[in-house]
């Protein structure tokens, strides 16, 4: 009978093909070399115990893909975000150009070219006037009162944040407004009942006049 190979890496489909055909030739030969029944019932185990040994290595073998798989995602998501966050500061200079009406021509092919690259590789801008402050998010440099708000509210956007999916990779900077104290209104049921009151209160004023 031809040996075997021997040593066969973790998922290596012909070497567990192999192991198995050995472990029922092994198993034959048990059974050969018994009497009877128990002859039988030996090679029975033998054979059982090969192939939980197969059903185990390849077990390995799917778990060791899947962690390989995972780590070279995660390895190229690294990657790209560290391009994507070194890019940030030429995003900005192209924002600070078109404000000022300097992406013409050639430039501005070159610049909704990059602009639209990075948006493909992840990478979204946020940050809006008029959006409600939130802290994860925004980064307040500037405060004032306002009595147009109704809650902390990003009045002006000094410089849009960045993010790669969930992940911020800078906050926006923002000025920040609040409402003017005092000019809250109130809402709601108890406000709907207190001005029936005062309205009911005049008008029995009235009548007893």
Known sequence: ???????????????????????????????????????????????????????????????????????????REIAVSNILESLIPVLDDIGRARDHGEVTGGFKSVAESLETVVAKLGLQQFGKEGEPFDPTMHEALMHSYSSEVTEDTCV?????????????????????AEPQPGTQTTSGPDADAAKGGEKKDQADGGSDS
């Open 1 to 75: 009978m031809t040996e075997k190979p021997q040593g066969a890496e973790p998922g290596d489909d012909s070497a567990a093909e192999e192991a198995v055909i050995k472990a029922a030739e092994e198993a034959a030969a048990a059974g050969a070399e018994g009497s009877g029944a128990e002859g039988v019932a030996a090679a029975k185990r033998e054979l059982a115990e090969r192939t939980a040994d197969l059903q185990r290595l390849q077990a390995e073998y799917q778990n060791y893909r899947k962690r390989v798989e995972r780590d070279r995602l995660t390895v």
């Open 156 to 176: 002006q956007i000094l410089q849009p944040g960045y993010r790669i999916g969930e992940r911020i990779i800078r906050p926006a900077m923002v000025a920040v």
